[in-house]
């Protein structure tokens, strides 16, 4: 709706010229108008214990970057997991599987998927099981690759991973410039205006909402990292991974 003002905007300068049309200026108006309302909920969550806690969950996304290849190929995993399943559920089913990311078979650690509940056991085990191949380069790729060209690669690499799952990868290894565009997020777009639902989130559209996302963090001084946090607290009340 408002992708044609975004890369006028988002480096916090206009553009000069002829570059500038009305057009994109009413689109720039309308933006503003509809976010305002959205933006001052987050400013003022800055301000409380919400803010403090997502700014350690933040931290706490750094630290796991630092870890070894198994501990960030076990958060790969988790993203895998969480595509049409809840989040919470994936969490806990991470942290009981443990190693068994790592060790298991394919059959059993379907299984072990089924047991505790998980609704896709057999697909995403095998999504699981495939991705080992990547463990060992997973700290060569993400220190050589950066931007659109790293999340580019887990989806391309890694069966399982859309845009969003990818995204989420990267934001829970400490990565802060990807924008993670689940349900609870296109809500709260479509209720502040600022996006109609979309019936299907293409790759093209995925960037358009992303963009309104990067300007939006631009003006509440923050990272997308963070501002998902923000805008999923507003969603959900919760600060999760």
């Not at 709706?1 to 200026?25: A, E, W």
């Not at 403090?52 to 790969?76: D, H, T, W």
């Not at 069966?159 to 934001?171: M, N």
């Not at 829970?172 to 996006?195: E, Q, T």
Request: with cysteine; glycine share 6%; net charge positive.
């Amino acid at each position: 709706m408002y992708s044609n003002c975004f890369s006028s905007i988002k480096d916090g300068q206009f553009p000069k010229g002829n570059l500038f049309c009305l057009n994109s200026l009413l689109q720039c108006i309308l933006f503003m108008a509809c976010s305002r309302n959205l933006i001052r909920e987050v400013s003022n969550l800055k301000k409380t214990q919400v803010g403090r806690r997502v700014r350690e969950r933040v931290r706490e996304f750094q630290k796991v970057g630092r870890k070894p290849a198994g501990r960030i190929f076990s958060e790969l995993c988790f993203c895998i997991l969480t595509a049409n399943f809840n989040a919470e559920r994936a969490i806990e089913i991470q942290n009981k599987v443990k190693k068994g990311f790592i060790t298991l078979s394919e059959k059993k650690l379907a299984e072990l998927l089924k047991n505790l509940g998980y609704r896709f056991p057999n697909t995403r085990a095998r999504y699981i099981v495939e991705a080992r191949v990547h463990r060992k380069a997973l700290n060569r790729v993400l220190a050589t690759l950066q931007g659109d060209e790293l999340r580019e690669w887990f989806v391309k690499n890694v069966k399982g991973l859309g845009f969003k799952e990818a995204s989420h990868f990267l934001r829970n290894i400490g990565f802060k410039d990807y924008a993670i565009i689940d349900f609870h997020i296109v809500d709260v777009l479509v209720g502040a205006g600022l996006i109609e639902r979309p019936k299907v989130l293409s790759k093209d559209r995925y960037i358009e909402v992303e963009d309104i996302l990067r300007t939006m963090a631009f003006r509440l001084k923050l990272n997308l990292a963070e501002l998902d946090l923000y805008l999923w607290y507003l969603e959900t009340k919760k600060v999760l991974k």
